[in-house]
T-cell receptor
């Protein structure tokens, strides 16, 4: 069974600090891996998209890394802000246009002043 | 762009009534649309996949007679929760896919009293 597991399950950090979220997956083969941010009561919003051949992708203060050999990805948030408080979801898409995606379990991040 | 809208954003209804949720891709044509349900503190769970003009494919455990999906056009899909009960209260999110990827709507909060 294809799985995507994230850690930690939840995280509290001080405003201004950095943090790294982890994603381990067993989906194989895969087309691309995405990190989404989901605010409470809102739909997911894409942060980064990486194909299997990419190692890193940045979007402002968000930097995602991918190691296709170990099937691990991380999302690093730099200089966190209160607005970064949200759930972060790792999503893996298999090849093929209309296959099902596999959602990670999510990491709930809370940034406190 | 790739904007997906949902209407309504929230709805409260009495037990036994039916509720229709619309999902629209505003600036692109979506050959496939997905409907997800998300309970508090849980990840998105795929309910069904629909392609324009054909019957939806439901995930195991999802009652097709209770959750009616109509994908009438390349820009519109509707989910009707029939005879809603309190246990149907959840956050429903649609997603639309085209050649560029999959894009999520903002979600609809359904509360059944």
């Amino acid at each position: 069974k294809n799985q995507v597991e994230q850690s930690p399950q939840s995280l509290i950090i001080l405003e201004g600090k950095n943090c790294t979220l982890q994603c381990n997956y067993t989906v194989s083969p895969f087309s691309n891996l995405r990190w989404y941010k989901q605010d409470t009561g809102r739909g997911p919003v894409s942060l980064t998209i990486m194909t299997f051949s990419e190692n890193t992708k940045s979007n402002g203060r968000y930097t995602a890394t991918l190691d296709a050999d170990t099937k691990q990805s991380s999302l690093h948030i730099t200089a966190s802000q209160l607005s970064d408080s949200a759930s972060y979801i790792c999503v893996v898409l298999p090849p093929g246009g209309y296959q099902k995606v596999t959602f990670g379990t999510g990491t709930k991040l809370q940034v406190i002043p | 762009g790739a904007v997906v809208s949902q209407h309504p954003s929230w709805v409260i209804c009495k037990s036994g009534t039916s509720v229709k949720i619309e999902c629209r891709s505003l600036d692109f044509q979506a050959t496939t649309m997905f409907w997800y349900r998300q309970f508090p503190k849980q990840s998105l769970m795929l309910m069904a996949t629909s392609n324009e003009g054909s019957k939806a494919t439901y995930e195991q455990g999802v009652e097709k007679d209770k959750f009616l999906i109509n994908h009438a056009s390349l820009t519109l899909s509707t989910l009707t929760v029939t005879s809603a009960h309190p246990e149907d209260s959840s956050f429903y999110i649609c997603s639309a896919r085209d050649g560029r990827g999959q894009f999520f709507g903002p979600g609809t909060r359904l509360t059944v009293l």
